[in-house]
T-cell receptor, first 114, second 111 residues
Framework: DAGITQSPRHKVTETGTPVTLRCHQTENHRYMYWYRQDPGHGLRLIHYSYGVKDTDKGEVSDGYSVSRSKTEDFLLTLESATSSQTSVYFC?????????????FGPGTRLTVL | TQLLEQSPQFLSIQEGENLTVYCNSSSVFSSLQWYRQEPGEGPVLLVTVVTGGEVKKLKRLTFQFGDARKDSSLHITAAQPGDTGLYLCAGAGLSGNQFYFGTGTSLTVIP
């Protein structure tokens, strides 16, 4: 299994509070991604990073920000959580640029915004 | 933008039956992955196919990448209850560094 951990694994918070989710990898992969998974929508890309301090927006980036100060850590922040951000969040890493171009996923964080 | 269409969306079969799941697109991908996801867990990689026409086997699972690298199929022989789960396909774009996911196929194998 790829060395990816996410914390916390579960979180319940209230509308309007800030929330930060952490993804940590031990594979030294350059690319890291944050997705959310919702019934009927599949996996949707929020933000991704292609190196330290290098990030870009995905399909559903509104209301989210990210930071990557070290290769191994990628943080996702909800500045002011809303109920529509209740979801399961997955971090992924990629060996993009190699022959296989494959993503590997973390175990997920289940976030509930009340 | 949903670039990958998976079919069927839901599949319920008896143990021992065979099944095929399809992943189709009008876009060309540099590689394609298949994942299985169980409730409460992250998607787990089953296989990556890279070359057009490539066939890979993983025990009772056979994966094929279309000749034009636009589509793929997953065939399971003699399904078992342990095969139950959500199967996702994902294509790696030719340019940029993003992956595009299908909406998944939920498989239930009844003992």
């Amino acid at each position: 299994d790829a060395g990816i951990t996410q914390s916390p694994r579960h979180k319940v918070t209230e509308t309007g509070t800030p929330v930060t989710l952490r993804c940590h990898q031990t594979e030294n992969h350059r690319y890291m991604y944050w997705y959310r998974q919702d019934p009927g929508h599949g996996l949707r890309l929020i933000h991704y990073s292609y190196g330290v301090k290098d990030t870009d927006k995905g399909e559903v980036s509104d209301g989210y920000s990210v930071s990557r100060s070290k290769t191994e850590d990628f943080l996702l922040t909800l500045e002011s959580a809303t109920s529509s951000q209740t979801s399961v969040y997955f971090c992924a890493i990629s060996d993009w640029g190699t022959t296989s171009n494959t993503q590997y996923f973390g175990p997920g964080t289940r976030l509930t915004v009340l | 933008t949903q670039l990958l269409e998976q079919s069927p969306q839901f599949l319920s079969i008896q143990e021992g039956e065979n099944l095929t799941v399809y992943c189709n697109s009008s876009s060309v991908f540099s590689s394609l992955q298949w994942y299985r996801q169980e409730p409460g867990e992250g998607p787990v990689l089953l296989v990556t196919v890279v070359t057009g026409g490539e066939v890979k086997k993983l025990k009772r699972l056979t994966f094929q990448f279309g000749d034009a690298r636009k589509d793929s199929s997953l065939h399971i022989t003699a399904a078992q209850p342990g095969d139950t789960g959500l199967y996702l396909c994902a294509g790696a774009g030719l340019s940029g560094n993003q992956f595009y996911f299908g909406t998944g196929t939920s498989l239930t194998v009844i003992p």
